[in-house]
C-alpha cells in the first residue's frame, strides 16, 4: 500500500513517518500537490502556518480536492486538518484551503494559547475509535476547526471553556486536531487502524 504525504514545508515528518511505518506498507513523500494524490492513501501532515501551506497547495489545490471528493482516502493531521477547510482566520484569512469539510478555522477562545500537551477526546463515535480507542491525545494547537455540520465531527476536546471538533469526518477523508504520531502507542495504533482501514475500504471498492 502507498501511503504518500504531501510535503508543504513545515511539517514534521520524520516522527509521522516512523508512526505511520508498518508492513506492506510503501511510504513517499511529495511536494507537489498534483502529483501526491497518485496514491492509495494522502496524509496532510501537521506543524505549519495555514497561509504558507496553502500556498504551497495552491498549483494542485483543486486535482487535490477533486481527488478526495472522488474517493481517495486522507488524513489530515493538526493543520492538515485544517487544510482540509476551506478558510482560516490565522494569518488574515485570505489564504484557501482545500474546503472539502464545510466550516472555519478560528483561533481558540482561551487565554493560554497555544494548547500544548495532553488532552482528553469524548463522544468518540467512529469504526475508527471503535477499533483503536483513544481517550487521550497530544495537542500543540492556536487554532481549532468549527465544522459547519456536528454531524461530521467524530471526537470532541474541550481547552478551558472551549469545546472544538477533535476529529471530523467526510467519506473516506478523516481530520484530527491532535498529533496521533506523538500520542504514545495508543496514537500510533491509531494511525496504524487509520492506514488499516484505507486499505481495506480501497479493496472493497
Given at each position: ?34 502529483r ?5 492513501l ?157 486499505h ?6
Amino acid at each position: 500500500m502507498l501511503v504518500t504525504l504531501f510535503d508543504y514545508g513545515a511539517g514534521n515528518l520524520h516522527s509521522l513517518m516512523k508512526a505511520l511505518d508498518g508492513p506492506n506498507v510503501e511510504l513517499r513523500v511529495e511536494d507537489d500537490a498534483r502529483r501526491a494524490i497518485h496514491t492509495d492513501l494522502l496524509v496532510l501532515p501537521g506543524v505549519g502556518a495555514f497561509d504558507a501551506a496553502a500556498a504551497r497547495l495552491a498549483p494542485g489545490r483543486g486535482s487535490m480536492r477533486d481527488a478526495i471528493r472522488d474517493g481517495l482516502p486522507c488524513i489530515g493531521i493538526c493543520l492538515g486538518m485544517q487544510l482540509l477547510f476551506a478558510h482560516s482566520d490565522e494569518g488574515g484569512g485570505e489564504a484557501e484551503g482545500l474546503g472539502v469539510i464545510g466550516g472555519r478555522v478560528e483561533r481558540l477562545r482561551a487565554k493560554r494559547v497555544p494548547q500544548i500537551g495532553w488532552n482528553s477526546l469524548d463522544g468518540a463515535r467512529d469504526p475508527l475509535f471503535d477499533a483503536a480507542p483513544l481517550s487521550m491525545a497530544y495537542y500543540a494547537n492556536s487554532y481549532v476547526c468549527r465544522a459547519s455540520y456536528p454531524s461530521q465531527v467524530i471526537a470532541w476536546s474541550s481547552h478551558e471553556e472551549d469545546r472544538f471538533a477533535a476529529a471530523v469526518r467526510v467519506g473516506r477523508t478523516v481530520g484530527v486536531q491532535f498529533h496521533p504520531e506523538k500520542s504514545s502507542a495508543a496514537g500510533v495504533r491509531w494511525l496504524h487502524e487509520a492506514v488499516r482501514a484505507a486499505h481495506h475500504t480501497g479493496e472493497k471498492a
